[in-house]
């Protein structure tokens, strides 16, 4: 039986061992897997999780940035008159931490969680949806195709993952392409229909905060 929810404390030891061995496994040394943890401190951000009966198979956070230092410190690039994060509307969501387990890969599950956590995006004021990736990433074809403007990231990529690749970002119009991005990436499947993203207190109060 597969279910969708937010994730909370209790799932903080299949989470972190679902991300380090998932960044391990495609990024090898590059990737600092203590950024990759559980942390309970950080309410702007909501970790979605997709389960297989009760073990975890994929998971997707959204981060709310609310300002341009915060997408600075985040993304670690700058934003200046030529990044494209200029013309988005703070507060946006930023997607990241997308990890599937190795075994449950190449079957879609990262897209049906993906569609989920965008369909329940969609109750909030957000406008914008935001991810940054490497160009090789294999996604890239399909998330033009939902609707997403992918930029060039000259700044390269930083954070956890220490890479030299060139980098992409990719912006998402909620209002205009939200829909469409559900549909593209699986969400009228059942497994989506029957969700319990909102259901929580907190997952609530994020959506409220935009």
Same mark, same amino acid.
């Given at each position: 039986?597969?279910?969708?929810?937010?994730?909370?404390?209790?799932?903080?030891?299949?989470?972190?061992?679902?991300?380090?061995?998932?960044?391990?496994? !495609?990024?090898?040394?590059?990737?600092?897997?203590?950024?990759?943890?559980?942390?309970?401190?950080?309410?702007?951000?909501?970790?979605?999780?997709?389960?297989?009966?009760?073990?975890?198979?994929?998971?997707?956070?959204?981060?709310?940035?609310?300002?341009?230092?915060?997408?600075?410190?985040?993304?670690?690039?700058?934003?200046?008159?030529?990044?494209?994060?200029?013309?988005?509307?703070?507060?946006?969501?930023? *997607?990241? !931490?997308?990890?599937? !387990?190795?075994?449950?890969?190449?079957?879609?599950?990262?897209?049906?969680?993906?569609?989920?956590?965008?369909?329940?995006?969609?109750?909030? !004021?957000?406008?914008?949806?935001?991810?940054?990736?490497?160009?090789?990433?294999?996604?890239?074809?399909?998330?033009?195709?939902? *609707?997403?403007?992918?930029?060039?990231?000259?700044?390269?990529?930083?954070?956890?993952?220490?890479?030299?690749?060139?980098?992409?970002?990719?912006?998402?119009?909620?209002?205009?392409?939200?829909?469409?991005?559900?549909?593209?990436?699986?969400?009228?499947?059942?497994?989506?229909?029957?969700?319990?993203?909102?259901?929580?207190?907190?997952?609530?109060?994020?959506?409220?905060?935009?």
């Amino acid at each position: 039986m597969l279910t969708i929810r937010v994730l909370d404390a209790k799932d903080a030891e299949q989470l972190n061992s679902l991300r380090e061995s998932a960044y391990r496994h !495609r990024y090898g040394d590059q990737v600092d897997v203590s950024a990759l943890r559980w942390n309970a401190r950080l309410d702007h951000v909501l970790d979605f999780g997709l389960f297989e009966n009760e073990a975890l198979i994929s998971a997707y956070r959204m981060d709310r940035v609310s300002d341009i230092s915060q997408a600075e410190f985040l993304l670690q690039i700058r934003v200046d008159a030529a990044s494209p994060l200029m013309n988005v509307i703070y507060p946006f969501a930023l *997607g990241c !931490r997308a990890c599937t !387990r190795i075994d449950r890969q190449n079957h879609g599950f990262h897209f049906i969680l993906r569609a989920a956590a965008i369909r329940f995006l969609m109750k909030s !004021r957000a406008s914008h949806l935001v991810s940054t990736f490497r160009a090789d990433n294999p996604w890239t074809s399909a998330l033009k195709q939902a *609707g997403y403007e992918i930029f060039e990231n000259p700044q390269g990529w930083g954070d956890f993952i220490k890479s030299s690749s060139p980098a992409c970002i990719g912006i998402l119009d909620i209002r205009k392409h939200g829909s469409r991005a559900v549909q593209c990436f699986g969400g009228d499947e059942p497994i989506a229909v029957g969700d319990s993203i909102g259901a929580s207190e907190r997952a609530q109060s994020w959506l409220d905060s935009f």
